[in-house]
């Protein structure tokens, strides 16, 4: 049996709403760098991946400016213009045009564009972590903050316990086949694991870094700056 490869799958076919930049987020210049363009760059200099696939909208006019200016990229990535509505139907557009490219046992790791603090360390953590595990897993940090759930008034009318909460972050990792069927018989869902979750079983949560967060809102931009820089 030829060994499992792994393929990372980039959704990239949001619009940055909450940020509100003259461009959909990822393609905003973070420490010298569009944002979508570390995130490739961190999977294709990372010796485990394969290839990597990104999913942009079908009206996408910034990604071919965008992998003209990083030609080192052209044979570690392929673009699909297939996004859809949600990140959810992006992932599942993603995952169809890979069909006959990814075999059912290969690993998939899913990784939201807006995470440009990914490491290689990190996707290697994770890679270790999961490569022996029947279902797959995902990055996550354990929560630190004392939980408030709050009234309709914006009240705190009950502390939740934090023992094993984690905040989910991405890489998502999932063999091919089990992520597909997943993700098409979930309904709509915010992360990977949450349809695997819905068959009845239960990913495995790798500590993940605070760098890795996701950037939404726009006082995130500075902070994210502050981690890219020193990166290559
Ligand atoms: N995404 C996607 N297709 C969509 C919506 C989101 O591929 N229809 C991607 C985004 O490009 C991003 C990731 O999913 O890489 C996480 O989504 P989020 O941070 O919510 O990005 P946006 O949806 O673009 O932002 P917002 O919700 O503020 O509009
Ligand atoms: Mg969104």
Redesign the pocket.
């Known amino acids: 049996m030829t060994p499992s490869r792994h393929f990372a799958l980039?959704?990239?076919?949001?619009?940055?709403?909450?940020?509100g930049a003259d461009c959909?987020?990822?393609y905003m210049p973070l420490a010298g760098k569009l944002m979508l363009v570390h995130v490739l760059d961190t999977f294709a200099s990372c010796a485990a991946i394969d290839h990597t696939y990104v999913?942009?909208?079908k009206e996408d006019g910034y990604i071919d400016e965008a992998l003209a200016g990083a030609k080192h990229l052209a044979d570690r990535v392929t673009v699909i213009h297939k996004?859809?509505?949600?990140?959810h139907?992006?992932?599942l557009n993603g995952l169809q045009a890979m069909r006959g490219t990814a075999g059912d046992e290969d690993w998939v790791l899913v990784h939201?564009?807006?995470?440009p603090g990914l490491t290689g360390e990190l996707i290697e953590k994770l890679i270790a972590a999961i490569s022996d595990d029947p279902v797959g897993g995902l990055l996550a940090l354990p929560v630190v903050d004392t939980l408030k759930r709050s009234d309709a008034e914006g009240r705190a009318e009950a502390t939740v316990p934090r023992d094993r909460l984690w905040a989910a972050q991405t890489p998502q990792m999932f063999r091919y086949a089990l992520l597909r069927s997943a993700l098409e018989k979930a309904s709509e869902v915010t992360d990977e694991a949450s349809a695997i979750e819905a068959l009845g079983l239960k990913p495995k949560l790798v500590e993940g870094s605070p760098r890795n967060f996701?950037?939404?809102l726009p006082h995130d931009v500075a902070l994210a700056e502050m981690h890219l820089k020193g990166k290559p």
């Not at 996004?83 to 990140?87: E, P, V």
């Open positions: 980039i959704p990239a076919a949001g619009v940055g709403a909450r940020i959909p987020k990822q999913v942009v909208s996004g859809g509505a949600t990140r139907q992006s992932v939201d564009a807006a995470r996701k950037i939404t």
